[in-house]
């Protein structure tokens, strides 16, 4: 439902409430929000309940899926390891798609109950295809150098794409808008309840994850992947009640048409204005409407000056098409959309690092000792929950004691800015290559010349050290992006965060492929190189871990670069303009904070 769809009564509560102006909102049938029934906590908890439940489903194939494709698939190890990295790559890039389709046409709520039913679809194909032999290749074993496994391909191979393919969908679609929609729950000024709401979307976000690390991923080890991926399907649906049980609850924002028109208007006219001088007095630029919007000071910079051609109005003409004359609150977004480029290609890195822990760390933990006891072992993707163990308590422990001590000190109702709490999970980022590059080293040394297994729990620093640093970077992250936008581009600015995991998990395949071809004897990649054999005894893990290690040392220096650019940028000047994100809000509700305000 479009907001200009909206009958005459919807359309003067929206804006006779009194909420801020930016706070538009309606129920699930289009009528005005009431403050006494909908929003809030309950509502957000539904939110919450399906973001722990989506993410327990997705984690435990993810997570669990090189192991799959490998050994029941058959497909060679490298080539396992990008099916994985290109699928969760997929999954993130498609949440660009799902941010668009609900700020544009349908909502957050009613496309997430849309993609909410083809991601429990891909899960059922994928159970289907794991408990059919006639979809799987003949059983073999992998490990056995001796034997040639048959590779799945054809119909089988297509339909592992198929199933891959309707989850990546659902799930991509699915992430902004949860964000998205359980951050609407509650008013843009109130900054301290969003603060918390994303640090609670961390813990809900742990919690999936430990419980498909342990619970989940068990259930695929021991009664077979066609029961795992079943258990997937039923968790999802479990999600999807969640969300639909808070129906009645929902403060829901209406879509407001496309949002790429309005920044490509803003391009079609810079670029036909681009020989007129732009004012010496931003003032003079084409103001927007204020009929129906509450006016406050807009920061206004000479970043991008060139895009405020596309606010200089023709002398002698009344009226200009939208092509040729743009209001300056159009040329604020997209200044803030070119803005915080820098900021999201800086995490790409990060990453990167996230990609490895998902398959190449798995891989060594099956090169590992596995018993914890005599009779019981561990599996190796269930390694992976031991950060999320440890966060499930540090979370709560961050929001009730480091955020409340921090906000004395910077006056941030954050505690610390986004910006800073990216940057500190970036550099710890570093160290947990560092350790994985010196614990495969040992675990390779010890096999090859002592015939010695090291335990499994070797490689648990490099996963706990990765996991205090996501805690910092995810969700400040997803606070800074949600924070820079407007009210008609909320779920595609927070969408544009999990595009970094994308564009990670897509790099993460390219430097496998580069590496083995770099490294192999020859430079054609016809003999084997670092990551080329299917025997992690035989590669060379550990060099690739430096490599990471390094490019990550060197990100870490790139962001402070940028971050600070973006946060000190050049001299601003004030003029009318309406609300357009949460960061103007702070301006006016922090006027004495001491912490420095991004100017776009």
């Not at 957000?44 to 899926?65: D, R, T, Y």
């Not at 790429?260 to 409407?289: D, E, G, W, Y």
């Not at 609150?329 to 200044?335: D, N, R």
């Not at 003999?527 to 060099?543: P, Q, Y």
């Amino acid at each position: 439902m479009d907001v200009h769809d909206l009958s005459e009564e919807a359309k003067r509560g929206l804006h006779t409430s009194e909420e801020s102006s930016d706070d538009l909102c309606v129920d699930f049938r289009g009528r005005p929000c009431r403050q006494d029934k909908h929003g809030g906590t309950r509502a957000a908890l539904f939110v919450l309940g399906l973001q722990a439940f989506e993410m327990m489903a997705i984690a435990a194939v993810g997570n669990n899926l090189i192991t799959y494709v490998f050994n029941e698939m058959h497909f060679p190890l490298s080539k396992a390891a990008n099916l994985v990295t290109n699928f969760i790559g997929t999954v993130f890039l498609l949440s660009l798609l799902g941010g668009f389709l609900s700020d544009s046409y349908l909502g957050s709520f009613r496309t997430m109950l849309v993609f909410g039913v083809i991601e429990i679809s891909g899960f059922i194909l994928l159970s289907v295809q794991a408990h059919l032999a006639q979809l799987r290749p003949p059983e073999c074993n992998m490990k056995n150098t001796t034997t040639q496994c048959l590779e799945a391909n054809g119909y089988k191979a297509a339909t592992l794409y198929a199933a891959l393919c309707l989850v990546a969908l659902g799930s991509g679609c699915l992430k902004p808008n949860i964000i998205s929609l359980g951050a609407d729950q509650f008013q843009r000024k109130d900054l301290r309840k969003l603060s918390s709401f994303f640090n609670a979307a961390y813990f809900a976000f742990s919690m999936g994850q430990l419980i498909a690390l342990t619970l989940l991923v068990w259930v695929q080890t021991h009664s077979g992947m066609d029961i795992g991926f079943g258990v997937s399907a039923l968790v999802m649906a479990a999600g999807m009640i969640s969300l639909a049980a808070g129906t009645n609850f929902y403060r829901n924002k209406p879509p407001s048409g496309s949002i790429f028109t309005p920044i490509a208007q803003v391009f079609v006219a810079a670029i036909t204005k681009r020989k007129q001088i732009c004012p010496s007095n931003p003032n003079m630029l084409h103001q927007p409407s204020t009929d129906l919007v509450g006016v406050k000071p807009l920061l206004h910079s000479n970043k991008f000056r060139f895009l405020d051609k596309a606010c200089i109005k023709t002398q002698g003409k009344a009226m200009e098409s939208p092509w040729r004359l743009c209001t300056v609150e159009q040329v604020h977004q997209v200044k803030i959309l070119l803005s915080v480029i820098p900021i999201f290609a800086c995490t790409i890195i990060f990453n990167t690092i996230l990609a490895q822990l998902q398959t190449f760390s798995v891989q060594q933990g099956s090169s590992m000792d596995t018993h914890i006891t005599k009779t019981f072992q561990i599996p190796p993707a269930s390694l992976q929950a031991i950060p999320y163990i440890i966060l499930i308590f540090v979370v709560p422990l961050y929001e009730t004691f480091f955020v409340p001590l921090t906000r004395k000190i910077t006056g941030n109702d954050s505690g610390i800015s986004p910006l800073q709490r990216i940057g500190t999970g970036l550099f710890l980022a570093t160290f947990s290559m560092v350790a994985a590059a010196l614990v495969e080293k040992k675990r390779r040394e010890s096999f090859l010349e002592q015939n010695v297994t090291l335990s499994i729990f070797w490689i648990a620093p490099q996963f706990l050290i990765f996991g205090l640093s996501e805690m910092f970077t995810a969700v400040g992250l997803v606070e800074f992006f949600y924070k820079q936008s407007s009210q008609s581009m909320q779920s595609f600015l927070t969408a544009m965060t999990y595009c970094s995991y994308s564009f990670g998990f897509y790099l993460s395949s390219v430097l496998v492929s580069t590496v083995n071809k770099v490294t192999s004897s020859n430079g054609s990649g016809t003999i084997e190189g670092w990551l080329g054999d299917n025997d992690l005894n035989k590669d060379r893990l550990d060099l690739f871990y430096w490599l990471l290690a390094s490019l990550s040392f060197v990100n870490f220096f790139n962001y402070l670069f940028w971050s600070r650019w973006y946060s000190f940028g050049p001299p601003t000047t004030q003029h009318r303009a309406e609300v357009n994100s949460l960061e103007d809000l702070e301006d006016g509700a922090n006027k004495d904070s001491k912490m420095e305000k991004p100017r776009i």
